[in-house]
């Protein structure tokens, strides 16, 4: 499984607290939570109580129930209180046993796939997000496109992040009644797909601008924002794009920017804790 930090979480403290969390785990199946069917049961609902504590504020609730693997707790929640009946204290510790095991192969993919996805985000550069106007009516087309003036940046690297959910608007755009924004849809998204196959560069830094005293072109690099499995995406597309770019901001600890054209986008993206640039130039003419 995957989690997510809540925005405005702390990834340090998210590390430190499954890490914790897990060591727990393994010292209760050595047995550091007692042998008795009834010691290792209370010792795991304590457990299980902690981690409820620690991770409420930090991961979302359903999570956080994966994590708990909420039946299951149940389950032996609700078998101490009979588990003097015949038999019982070997079928607890048999609940218990599994549970604990199943636990920790939880934990430690949720902390893979933190991992994995923070490494992903350590890449040089001013982190940004476009909104799927910009994609479609920037005056620049995507290989051409230069943020700089925009970002208020000079030959700094720039890392495009893509939400799915951009995606998936531009992937419905190419069947839009005006011919332009088709025509730009379907460009756009073969030229993401290329660049991400290609291995995620989008244009190289470009250097020749200072034989002239200008200023050169940092390198722009470009990566998929990808639903985590079992992700529910949020029913207002721009609520959904500013969320995964709040969490996205969180796992790299570190400011993600978000780009639009749309009022709506500014506010929501504003009230997220985001660094948004409210595009004021002219559009590409689309017809409209």
Not at 13 to 20: K, P, T
């Amino acid at each position: 499984m995957l989690v997510n930090p809540l925005p405005g979480t702390e990834r340090t403290v998210l590390d430190s607290a499954l890490g914790d969390l897990l060591n727990k785990l393994h010292n209760i199946i050595g047995g550091g939570g007692g042998t008795a069917a009834v010691e290792r049961a209370f010792t795991y609902i304590e457990w299980v109580h902690e981690v409820r504590r620690r991770l409420h504020n930090l991961i979302r609730p359903t999570e956080l129930e994966q994590l708990i693997g909420l039946r299951a707790y149940e389950t032996i929640l609700a078998a101490t209180v009979p588990f003097g009946k015949p038999g019982g204290e070997r079928v607890l510790n048999g609940l218990i046993s599994t549970e604990l095991t199943e636990r920790v192969a939880v934990l430690e993919q949720a902390i893979r796939g933190l991992k994995e996805r923070v490494d992903q985000l350590h890449r040089a550069g001013v982190l940004v997000v476009l909104d799927t106007n910009v994609y479609l009516h920037y005056p620049q087309e995507l290989h051409e496109i230069d943020l700089r003036q925009d970002l208020g940046l000079r030959e700094e690297p720039i890392h495009i992040l893509v939400p799915m959910a951009v995606v998936d608007e531009l992937d419905g755009k190419k069947q839009h009644q005006n011919k332009d924004v088709r025509r730009r849809a379907r460009m756009v998204t073969s030229r993401i797909d290329q660049v991400i196959r290609d291995g995620g560069q989008l244009r190289d830094q470009d250097y020749s601008p200072i034989k002239s005293g200008g200023i050169p072109r940092g390198r722009i690099t470009l990566d998929i924002i990808l639903d985590p499995p079992g992700h529910t995406r949020l029913p207002i597309t721009d609520d959904e794009i500013v969320d995964r770019t709040a969490t996205t901001q969180a796992l790299a600890g570190r400011r993600v920017r978000l780009l639009t054209y749309d009022t709506g986008m500014t506010l929501r993206g504003r009230n997220a804790g985001l660094d948004v640039h409210k595009l004021q130039h002219s559009r590409a003419d689309d017809g409209k």
